[in-house]
């Protein structure tokens, strides 16, 4: 039985496990077989583990100061299988980035300054540079926040989450294949694909296409989830993340659908009038529709909204100042960027919130290096 300290964050809609990289080390033990055990993952339910049994909940970062210039801390982002004894490391997620500012200030990762405190993150997993901002008066780091975000009513500590030159973080290129538009086959014939790496690397498909409009509750928009499951290893082919015959993530292309604003529900019952937002979204996560939208696949979003021929530009409502409204199941989230020097693609804002729920010292059924 491996002892493991760990403190659990909320950041936005997701629910993030944090460890230290020196403690994780210190365990002798493969890391996938440490998070497998810790999480139950073997168990669609997650019953005798810390995993939430959802994509949004079953989150970890291992984090480390780092000695690099420009970065505070460095985190590894991993996404727990549910059911599945297998750890993802290929994606990012903007949403425990989130968490991961609030632990940097928590555990003495970054000097905290009297009005604002501003902690400059690498992820290891994809290189993407990201920065958190969050309120530190009188130099103290925050407990407790007004802050909330669409996909939940809790308060949390406010965090202004940037992405720095996200376009190409994972493929080089903002446009994997070169093309703004391109055509994959689905289960019931070809399908127009805009392929764009920003943030993360995403497969994005008009509403229309299955039959949606864009506005569809979780129920309605399942139905469209196994036809994009198969999209997505094409996607994934086409972006040259995997090859023929490999194993294609869960994660990575992130998968959904756009399409024009149209005037719908949120999970809660809230009406969204259409002059409410500007591009209606659905995205899909691991094997489930998403209940808002992971902020990796906001910022494809955004840079593909703002770039000329792809299905997110034809559909989008465009504006002036940079920014992009996202019509979620959850409610809208607010994208905004912001031009950046040296040719690099623009920086995207977006609006968080976070909280810690819990420290706490983890009893790890490992054995020999396996989950137990």
């Known amino acids: 039985m491996l002892r493991l300290q760990g403190e659990m964050i909320r950041g936005g809609t997701s629910k993030c496990w944090i460890f230290d990289h020196r403690d994780v080390v210190a365990t002798g033990v ?6 497998l055990a810790a999480f139950n ?34 985190y590894a982002f991993a996404q727990v299988g549910i059911g599945d004894e297998r750890v993802e490391w290929a994606g990012n997620c903007g949403n ?22 501003t902690v400059r993150m690498l992820n290891v997993n ?35 989450l940037g992405f720095q030159d996200p376009a190409g973080s994972t493929t080089g290129s903002a446009l994997p294949t ?35 409009d864009g506005t569809e509750s979780l129920t309605a928009f399942a139905a469209a989830v196994p036809a994009l499951t198969l999209l997505r290893r094409q996607a994934a082919l086409a972006m040259g993340l995997a090859r023929e015959g490999d194993p294609v993530s869960h994660a990575v292309p992130k998968v959904g659908i756009v399409a024009r604003p149209g005037p719908y529900r949120t999970t809660q019952g809230t009406l969204v009038n259409q002059d409410e937002y500007d591009l209606a ?21 955004a840079t593909a909204a703002a770039t000329p021929g792809t299905l997110a530009h034809r559909v989008a409502r465009q504006t002036a100042d940079g920014t992009l409204r996202l019509g979620t199941p959850a409610g ?32 790890v059924p490992v054995l020999e290096g396996r989950p137990a």
Do not use: N
Request: aromatic residues 2%; glycine residues 10%.
């Open 30 to 35: 493969d890391v996938d077989a440490v998070l």
């Open 281 to 301: 979204v659905r995205m899909v996560s691991m094997h489930a529709p998403h209940p808002a939208i992971g902020l990796t696949s906001a910022v494809a979003l």
């Open 178 to 212: 070169g093309r703004a538009l391109d055509e994959l086959t689905g289960p019931d014939g070809p399908v127009e694909a805009s392929l764009v790496d920003a943030g993360a690397p995403a497969a994005l498909f008009e509403a229309k296409a299955f039959g949606l």
């Open 332 to 363: 809208v989230v607010t994208t905004r960027a912001v031009p950046a020097p040296d040719g690099a693609s623009p920086t995207v804002l977006l609006h968080r919130a976070a909280r810690r729920i819990a420290r706490a010292e983890l009893l």
């Open 41 to 74: 993952a073997a168990d669609p339910r997650q019953i005798d583990g810390v995993g939430g049994a959802s994509s949004t909940t079953s989150k970890a970062a291992v984090v480390q100061a780092s000695g690099r210039p420009g970065v505070d801390v460095e």
């Open 96 to 117: 425990c980035a989130t968490a991961v500012a609030l632990y940097a200030l928590h555990h003495d990762l970054v000097p905290i300054a009297s009005d604002t405190t």
């Open 126 to 160: 994809t290189g993407a540079r990201l920065t958190g901002t969050i309120p530190t008066p009188a130099g103290v780091a925050p407990e407790e926040g007004t802050a909330v975000v669409p996909g939940t009513s809790a308060p949390g500590v406010p965090v202004l």
